[in-house]
């Protein structure tokens, strides 16, 4: 049966175009082993289409285009994937069973909109996944069930509803996590046609984020409603429509009636739309009525798509336990399968033709199940990983090197260094993206950003609102959409308030799309300790642990000038080439720092040098001491080197390794560095405990060094304000008493 979405054409035509016209059965021989006893919720589902009679009289012409019997088949197909999936499951060969039972009339969103409008779905969207694939998609859940490596997106590493060629992002973290994403998405359609950047996404699409009701509670969630109402109100254009999903269950927590309307109903720059999933001829009124608006306003809209749930929360949630059952019978009559049977008997279909067809749809998704029963799945950790180390350092190193600023410059500060290398990507990468907040009008609060809006323009380097969810949700969205967005995080204390955007979904979509969607982006934050006179925790942190810990995460820790511009230029041709996803860690104390050892010397400024590059995990030696290596980065390294200089003079070989990049690290530089001297000291500017120096040090021993080895960190504190931050930050004094320390013991 061919797969027809909305009709146009004549009433009377979608009259002929309703009646039954009977497919073939399925003839199932591969069903060993599968037990076809109807569970209680298909045989509950059989009875009442046994005892189902059409509302009102029979119509020859339903008031809506939609294809019911499309529809119905989609919706028999969503509700037997999850059967399947739990008989899998009870075989030992599958391994999810979170489903889309109830929640099948999202399938008529999914033919109310088109397959270019990029949609970022809920995980009980089966019902919409396949009303894009049509019945050849059963194939592609069920292998996520199993984790074949033919899922067509994530190639067996979870199982999430995508698939790239029907604008289908997998969401790929925590509940909600996905819609800052969604915001972003939608913000860069239209603002990659204004700026006449190459996307992915027709310059009129929408774009689609489902989730749940209890989900609109999630702080992230709440982020991206005022994100987008923010830009409405602001007359941004945001193609958005949300759609809640509420069967007015968290697991088993529930959500109080009226909340949603409550909460959403008369939200200002956020329209409201509500419909019940039951009746299908509603839902696909609504859903094109407001799809469309959303289209030609451009502006943001929240349908209330009123569900039920069958099933549990997922395989091993037993309903019992906190639902009555006159409640669960009750709601039974609400299926939205029972809503298309009864909508197809009233334009001419008979009760046998809908049992039919049931038997037919269920038949065919477990002959699917059976023959995916022993798919080929992942076998070597390398297939895993893949997606993780797409990695053309050739490429990167040319791009990088298009993008460096030409010819010598004067000696120039941190901040002046990084200034002139973004006002150069800008210049010469026209998708490029700066944003945060502050870094548009006024420059930044430290002036790194000033003069680049007016050198780039408005649509490129612009302020957005106090939250860092969304500025890296903007990130995400802007960065699977033809840009590469470089985000600033006004200070690392603010990162930890929204790191899951990066940890759970910019790190992690390559990884779950198996390489087809990627989101190259480069995060600059301003980070670590010693900043004079501005001082106190949420201005001078350290705590760099939670990006280490993200696989396929790059973090570029530059300290001097000339390395700040090369290795900014490294991560945004990264993005370009790779997809990269990079943290930029720019040492707040040394933004305007020019000596190094005297007042007035300007060691620390530097020009930047035009052919220079710096290669992701590639350090930086200065001296070639015999003696001791001091491994350091950031502030450390300024520290370091006049330790360096005094020892020096005191008959002590010294060479200080600069690691410049903390993930991943420098591995053979710090292997080679350390067997060039007699003993190796790691002085770690952040804490004793989760710094870096745990990985250096774990390196070193992974390696098998002999070599005498020292640390030396700050304490394990948060940074007060004022002369008290001297007390817990690692100082020039205990880095020289911990070199002494190791080579005369």
């Not at 698939?163 to 289908?168: C, G, V």
């Not at 950047?197 to 989730?211: E, G, K, N, R, Y």
């Not at 069958?310 to 399968?337: C, K, L, N, Q």
Request: proline content about 5%; some cysteine; overall charge negative.
């Amino acid at each position: 049966m061919p797969r027809v979405s909305f009709l146009k054409m004549s009433r009377m035509a979608y009259a002929d175009a309703g009646r039954f016209d009977r497919a073939p059965s399925v003839v199932v021989d591969n069903l060993v082993g599968v037990d076809r006893t109807r569970t209680p919720l298909e045989q509950q589902l059989v009875e009442a289409l046994q005892t189902l009679e059409p509302h009102g009289e029979r119509v020859l012409a339903m008031p809506t285009d939609l294809d019911l019997t499309h529809l119905y088949d989609i919706q028999l197909a969503s509700r037997h994937c999850d059967l399947a999936a739990r008989w899998l499951r009870s075989q030992g060969k599958g391994y999810y069973t979170i489903g889309s039972s109830g929640h099948e009339s999202n399938a008529i969103l999914a033919m109310a909109t088109r397959p270019t409008d990029p949609a970022l779905l809920h995980y009980r969207s089966g019902g919409f996944y396949l009303g894009r694939a049509g019945l050849p998609g059963i194939s592609d859940i069920l292998s996520g069930v199993v984790a074949a490596t033919s899922e067509p997106i994530s190639g067996g590493r979870h199982k999430v509803f995508g698939r790239h060629d029907l604008a289908i992002i997998p969401q790929t973290s925590t509940i909600a996590s996905h819609l800052p994403r969604a915001v972003g998405v939608a913000f860069a359609i239209d603002r990659a046609s204004k700026l006449k950047v190459l996307s992915p996404w027709p310059s009129d699409a929408i774009t689609l984020c489902s989730f749940g009701d209890a989900s609109t509670n999630h702080a992230v969630a709440t982020a991206a409603f005022n994100t987008a109402a923010y830009c409405a109100f602001q007359r941004l254009p945001m193609p958005l429509l949300f759609i809640c999903e509420d069967n007015g269950l968290g697991i088993s927590v529930r959500t109080p009636a009226g909340w949603i309307e409550t909460s959403f109903g008369s939200r200002p720059n956020l329209r409201y739309v509500r419909v019940d999933g039951d009746d299908p001829v509603a839902v696909a009124e609504v859903a094109t009525e407001v799809a469309g608006w959303v289209r030609d306003k451009r502006k943001p809209a929240f349908l209330h798509l009123r569900t039920v749930r069958f099933g549990g929360h997922a395989g091993t949630d037993v309903e019992a336990a906190y639902r009555s059952g006159a409640e669960m019978r009750a709601e039974a009559d609400r299926d939205p399968i029972l809503g298309t049977a009864r909508a197809l008997l009233a334009t001419g279909w008979k009760q046998s033709d809908v049992l039919q067809r049931h038997d037919e749809i269920a038949d065919m998704v477990y002959k699917v199940a059976g023959d995916l029963a022993n798919a080929e799945q992942l076998t070597t950790a390398e297939e895993v990983i893949r997606p993780l180390s797409l990695r053309r350092p050739e490429e990167v190193k040319s791009l990088a090197q298009a993008l460096t600023p030409a010819g010598d410059t004067e000696p120039l500060t941190f901040a002046q260094a990084v200034n002139t290398t973004l006002a150069t990507v800008l210049d010469r990468q026209p998708n490029v993206l700066v944003f945060g907040e502050d870094v548009a009008v006024k420059g930044g609060v430290y002036g790194v950003t000033k003069g680049l809006m007016a050198k780039a323009g408005g649509g490129r380097v612009f302020d957005t609102l106090l939250d860092e969810t969304s500025i890296l949700g903007l990130a995400n969205g802007s960065a699977i959409s033809g840009f590469v967005p470089i985000p600033e995080i006004e200070y690392l204390a603010y990162l930890h308030n929204a790191e899951d955007q990066l940890r759970g979904e910019a790190a992690t979509l390559s990884f779950f799309s198996n390489g087809q969607y990627r989101n190259g982006l480069v995060v600059r934050v301003a980070g670590y300790g010693y900043q004079e006179g501005f001082g106190g925790h949420f201005h001078n942190d350290d705590a760099i642990a939670v990006l280490r810990d993200i696989p396929g995460l790059v973090v570029a820790s530059p300290s001097r000038p000339d390395d700040a511009a090369a290795m900014l230029t490294t991560c945004v041709a990264a993005a370009q080439v790779d997809g990269t996803v990079s943290v930029f860690l720019e040492p707040i104390a040394r933004y305007h720092t020019q000596d190094l050892f005297e007042a007035s010397d300007r060691g620390w400024m530097a020009p930047i040098q035009p052919d220079a590059h710096v290669a992701i995990g590639s350090g930086r030696t200065y001296g070639e001491g015999l003696d001791l290596t001091i491994v350091t980065c950031g502030n450390g390294v300024l520290l370091s080197l006049r330790v360096a200089r005094r020892l020096t003079g005191r008959g002590v070989g010294v060479r200080v390794l600069d690691l410049r990049w903390l993930s991943p690290l420098p591995t053979e530089d710090l292997i080679r560095e350390t067997h060039a001297t007699r003993a190796v000291l790691v002085a770690d500017e952040t804490r004793a405990s989760g710094g870096w120096s745990e990985g250096v040090i774990t390196a070193l021993v992974d390696a098998g060094i002999s070599t005498r080895i020292g640390r030396v960190t700050s304490k394990d504190s948060f940074i007060p304000l004022g002369d008290a931050a001297k007390l817990v930050l690692l100082s020039e004094e205990e880095i020289e008493a911990a070199a002494y320390r190791l080579l005369h013991t």
